[in-house]
């Protein structure tokens, strides 16, 4: 237990911390107590790990920059209003990323049920005070392609409106009807797509309903953030805290100005609306456009040639274990970045992928993997520097230990 005296004590030396350490405490690292010297997560019982898997939800994401920090800081000690902040912040990244307009929103799900709502509602708030129980007057379909159809359609139909699924150009063609409101593209899964993303948009340009791009994931590259409004999608989503490494619970909803500004009619502050819950506070709205600029700055060729080292150091040292095997791979959309698959012979090494992966977990400290029961997968893109040397010493250790003798 810490005794309230204790606390205040640490409260007192805070000026003295600053004052001991000048500068060099302004951007603390990454992973240290925080300046009163309060281990939050030890007090809570948590474990912070070494992110080897990526960017994933469950795994909190992404780790924010120092920039974004300062920014969140700078906007919780001062007051703006919730719709000028985010008209203002919406002006700056539609001229950072060559758009109409933009809207942080409670990340890219929440970017879809506003976007689709403002597609619905237009300006008229008595419509937006229906949604999702009464369609009337409004339209009531998304079409999507039945392998676009994963869980997170489930943000359209947030907004009470029909899914219809399409397989072909033709059958989407036919779909269409006086009901369609929107029609919706799953980005990650664009290689192996039956349409095109210029045919989709084509189609909804022709019919005059207005197309939608999930891109959740979909950085890097960082000129996705651009590439499909310039393409012609009438909205993108973006999540805040993947790879831009912004607030996990923000995300970009971008596009056109008519129907961003129809979005805004069903988010905060509005009340009376679906998105009432999809509260994006000040400090992260800001905190969302300082966390793109700052990715947009990076020398991405650096930081990848980084990651391909990263691997391939990893790798190198799996290896050294007789039986085991790696593959160095890019996926083409969505987590794009240098990856690693490791697996091995049974026979030579003793232990299957889901118990090293449990191993590396509960070792010190701790290591957060992907990969089923036949691989070990792991990225570096979401570590700290110097952290893929503790991987590849534990993952070479915990194979070599499982070395069968011959
Ligand atoms: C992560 C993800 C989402 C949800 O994004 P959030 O920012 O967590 O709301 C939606 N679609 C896809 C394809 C995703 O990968």
Redesign the pocket.
């Known amino acids: 237990m810490i005794k309230r005296r204790d606390l205040l004590k640490g409260m007192l030396s805070l000026p003295l911390v600053g004052g001991l350490f000048g500068n060099a405490f302004s951007k603390p690292p990454i992973n240290s107590v925080s300046a009163l010297g309060r281990d939050y997560f030890k007090e809570l019982g948590l474990r912070s790990y070494i992110n080897a898997a990526g960017t994933y939800?469950s795994l909190t994401g992404s780790i924010m920059r120092p920039e974004v920090i300062d920014a969140i800081n700078y906007a919780s000690k001062q007051y703006v209003r919730l719709e000028d902040i985010q008209e203002r912040v919406g002006v700056r990244i539609s001229e950072l990323l060559g758009c109409e307009d933009a809207q942080v929103t409670a990340?890219?799900?929440?970017a879809m049920t506003l976007g689709l709502a403002g597609v619905l509602t237009g300006m008229d708030r008595e419509k937006a005070a229906r949604i999702p129980n009464d369609l009337s007057g409004m339209k009531s379909e998304v079409i999507l392609q039945k392998s676009h159809h994963i869980g997170?359609a489930h943000a359209l139909r947030n907004t009470g409106v029909k899914i219809v699924e399409v397989e072909t150009k033709k059958e989407l063609e036919k779909a269409i009807n006086k009901e369609t409101a929107m029609l919706w593209y799953?980005n990650?899964h664009s290689e192996n797509s039956e349409i095109a993303h210029e045919e989709f948009i084509e189609i909804g340009k022709k019919n005059n309903i207005p197309t939608m791009n999930?891109c959740?994931?979909d950085v890097p590259p960082v000129e996705n953030l651009w590439k499909y409004t310039d393409m012609g999608y009438d909205l993108v989503c973006f999540?805040?805290?993947?790879g831009i490494k912004g607030p996990q619970s923000a995300?970009l909803l971008l596009g056109r100005k008519d129907l961003i500004e129809a979005a805004r009619i069903s988010a905060p502050p509005n009340g009376d609306t679906v998105g009432r819950g999809m509260k994006v506070n000040k400090e992260e709205v800001l905190g969302m456009l300082v966390a793109l600029e700052t990715y947009i700055a990076l020398d991405h060729e650096q930081e990848w040639k980084l990651w391909e080292r990263q691997i391939k150091f990893i790798s190198d040292q799996a290896k050294t274990v007789n039986g085991v095997e790696t593959e160095i791979h890019v996926p083409e959309v969505?987590n794009h970045v240098p990856s690693l698959k490791v697996t091995w012979d049974q026979s030579q090494v003793g232990a299957t992928p889901f118990e090293i992966r449990e191993a590396l977990k509960n070792g010190h400290p701790s290591i957060e993997t992907k990969g089923g029961d036949k691989t070990v997968d792991i990225t570096t893109w979401m570590m700290n520097p110097g952290e893929e040397r503790i991987v590849a010493e534990r993952l070479r250790m915990l194979l070599k230990e499982a070395s069968k003798k011959t």
């Open positions: 939800t990340g890219a799900f929440s997170y799953l990650a999930d959740a994931a999540s805040g805290g993947k995300g969505a």
